[in-house]
């Protein structure tokens, strides 16, 4: 089972619509979460993280983390075409029993969106 | 302008020969990672540092190395022991003090073994 898993893709939907990026994690003790945003040939740039059980909204975007499941999901509001791009799932272990942080991130592979006109 | 620079943009290697990859960042973070990513991938943790003068082997560190002597400076050698070095290299840094260190990424560079 890989340590961090996300939905195959690729994924398309209309302008307007909603877009769902969904995540799933294998360590029970990951601590933090992040969506990671990567246009082609670029690098990847950080749209939200989330550390609570529940929903956290940043304008258009919504990320939501149920740790009983394991699972992280990204939602996009009111996709635009500027949203096309590769999203990337990583998560963070934390501290360990020092205290000393874990600055490691895992990455999913990562699902290409595709919002069409 | 705070930020992480990633140099060159572009590399072309010969097979047999070592490479350089450069990474700085004026952020004054502790920490900083190398990054390896193939295409339709996701990214591979390569190395990473969380202090001056000490670092770690991440998952796919075999035919690379570090050094980190300053904290703004974390350069990545691919060697020719690296057996399929061809891919996009990402230099990331964060925090380390904070419990959820966000990372951000340097802008990439992209090597081909010719």
């Known amino acids: 089972q890989k340590e961090v898993e996300q939905n195959s893709g690729p994924l398309s939907v209309p302008e307007g619509a909603i877009a769902s990026l969904n995540c799933t994690y294998s360590d029970r003790g990951s601590q933090s979460f992040f969506w990671y945003r990567q246009y082609s040939g670029k690098s990847p740039e950080l749209i939200m993280f989330i550390y609570s059980n529940g929903d956290k909204e940043d304008g258009r975007f919504t990320a939501q983390l149920n740790k009983a499941s394991q699972y992280v999901s990204l939602l996009i509001r009111d996709s635009q075409p500027s949203d096309s791009a590769t999203y990337l799932c990583?998560?963070?272990?934390?501290?360990?029993?020092?205290?000393?942080?874990?600055?490691?991130?895992?990455f999913g592979q990562g699902t290409i969106l595709t919002v069409h006109p | 302008d705070g930020g992480i620079t990633q140099s060159p943009k572009y590399l072309f290697r010969k097979e047999g020969q070592n490479v350089t990859l450069s990474c700085e960042q004026n952020?004054?973070?502790?920490?900083m990672y190398w990054y390896r990513q193939d295409p339709g991938q996701g990214l591979r943790l390569i190395y990473y540092?969380?202090?001056?003068?000490?670092?770690q082997k991440g998952d796919i560190a075999e035919g690379y190395s570090v050094s980190r002597e300053k904290k703004e400076s974390f350069p990545l050698t691919v060697t020719s022991a690296q057996k399929n070095p061809t891919a996009f290299y990402l230099c990331?840094?964060?925090?380390?003090?904070?419990?959820?260190?966000?990372?951000?990424f340097g802008p990439g560079t992209r090597l081909t073994v010719l």
């Open positions: 990331a840094s964060s925090v380390t003090s904070g419990n959820y260190n966000e990372q951000f």
């Open positions: 952020l004054n973070h502790d920490a």
């Open positions: 990583a998560v963070n272990k934390g501290r360990d029993a020092g205290g000393t942080s874990y600055g490691k991130l895992t």
């Open positions: 540092s969380q202090i001056v003068n000490d670092f």
